[in-house]
């Protein structure tokens, strides 16, 4: 578990980790509630020597004792916590939430690099290709709040517009959540103009009721090797709006994967996070569910529409209310009635803390170890006269 925890400060964080495993099993993914994901990757490391004393000394009464009975033990209470957890929580009011995807068959990915530093011409060339998914996303937007939608949000980079054509789009968009009395999240590639880097801005735009922009995200970890060649990264803060259905906070896809960051939401007990997302067919599902391990540790409602991936909108225990898998259809919209409301967790207010005392126990035993090996001169002396002399 201890290697595990300090991979989380390499470029690829958690990803891999065997918590990540028990998706789906609710009453044990609880645990990271109290504990974050290293709990639940303690309980899973800690399966393995159980059962290689059993294999190795039978059920023995101190094979019983001091290995099987305290771990069963640990595990019941686990599970009895989770169960408990999922059935007293009580029900939270609901706000309809649409999460929307480009038309997959309009969208490709475009070189943002290569076009940042193209020529003018060059560049409004592609302008209606651009703007024709942004005419696309906004047509679709207002259908989603005529149908009842409150909260509307497009995937990450669901739009990929030309900087000079960013104050157009956004009056277009303000135009459309004031008419519509709604809330609505935009998903942009921002090209820029230039030969250095930064060559493009990977944001979220909240815009409120009132045609307000009430928070302009800028993605605080880019994906290494992905998007970090084209964009830097914004300042790592969550922004926070309150609306008549509860707290909401923004983060974009890759974001989720810093375990600690998602921890502002928790402790502002926010009640749904927007977190758009871009992923790739092999990762879809993986990446998909980690992102749900964070709505459990912090006590949020997360909606996730994806591009190249698995969408999904999960309540505060976990509980998938809407999924949609992006190649399954052209033009992708997961709509979910979501509660809105802050489920209260220790793992917000304590953080890593168990994986710190596990490495610092881990130190202790290893030094503990070290302590009651016998010194050399103490080893000599223990050797039988005339035994042969001890080799190292």
């Not at 937007?141 to 030309?162: C, D, H, N, P, Y």
């Not at 749900?292 to 505060?316: C, H, I, Q, W």
Request: aromatic share 10%; with cysteine.
């Amino acid at each position: 578990m201890t290697i595990n925890y300090l991979l989380l400060f390499t470029p690829f964080h958690t990803i891999g980790s065997p918590a990540y495993t028990q998706y789906g099993d609710l009453p044990l993914m609880q645990l990271i509630s109290l504990t974050g994901i290293w709990g639940l990757t303690f309980l899973i490391s800690w399966l393995a020597p159980v059962v290689n004393e059993v294999w190795e000394h039978g059920t023995s009464r101190r094979v019983l004792r001091y290995s099987l009975l305290p771990f069963t033990l640990v595990l019941i209470g686990v599970l009895f916590y989770g169960s408990a957890r999922l059935t007293l929580t009580p029900n939270a009011p609901v706000v309809r939430v649409a999460g929307l995807t480009p038309d997959r068959t309009l969208w490709s990915y475009l070189p943002v690099a290569d076009i940042a530093r193209s020529s003018d011409a060059d560049r409004s060339a592609l302008r209606p290709k651009m703007m024709q998914i942004v005419d696309d996303l906004l047509t679709r937007s207002r259908q989603e709040a005529r149908a009842g939608a409150k909260i509307i949000v497009w995937s990450e980079t669901g739009a990929f517009i030309l900087k000079e054509d960013e104050s157009a789009v956004l009056a277009q968009a303000r135009t459309l959540a004031r008419d519509e009395s709604v809330y609505l999240q935009l998903g942009l590639m921002v090209i820029r103009h230039t030969d250095t880097f930064p060559f493009g801005e990977n944001r979220a735009i909240m815009i409120d009721p009132s045609g307000n922009v009430v928070w302009d995200y800028y993605k605080a970890y880019p994906y290494p090797a992905g998007d970090a060649l084209e964009i830097a990264p914004g300042p790592a803060i969550l922004p926070f709006t309150e609306t008549p259905y509860g707290r909401l906070a923004g983060v974009i896809c890759y974001d989720l994967d810093w375990v600690p960051y998602p921890r502002q939401a928790g402790l502002a007990q926010v009640g749904l996070v927007l977190a758009p997302a871009d992923d790739w067919l092999a990762f879809e599902n993986d990446h998909a569910h980690e992102a749900v391990y964070r709505a459990v540790e912090n006590g949020f409602s997360m909606v996730r529409p994806t591009g190249k991936g698995l969408s999904l909108a999960v309540d505060p225990l976990g509980r998938e209310l809407a999924q949609g898998e992006y190649y399954t259809t052209d033009r992708l919209t997961i709509v979910a009635e979501i509660p809105v409301q802050a489920l209260p967790t220790l793992y917000s207010r304590i953080g890593d803390l168990f994986a710190w005392l596990s490495l610092a126990g881990l130190v202790v035993l290893i030094g503990f170890a070290i302590a009651r090996r016998p010194k050399a001169s103490e080893a000599g002396a223990a050797e039988p006269s005339g035994a042969p002399p001890h080799v190292s």
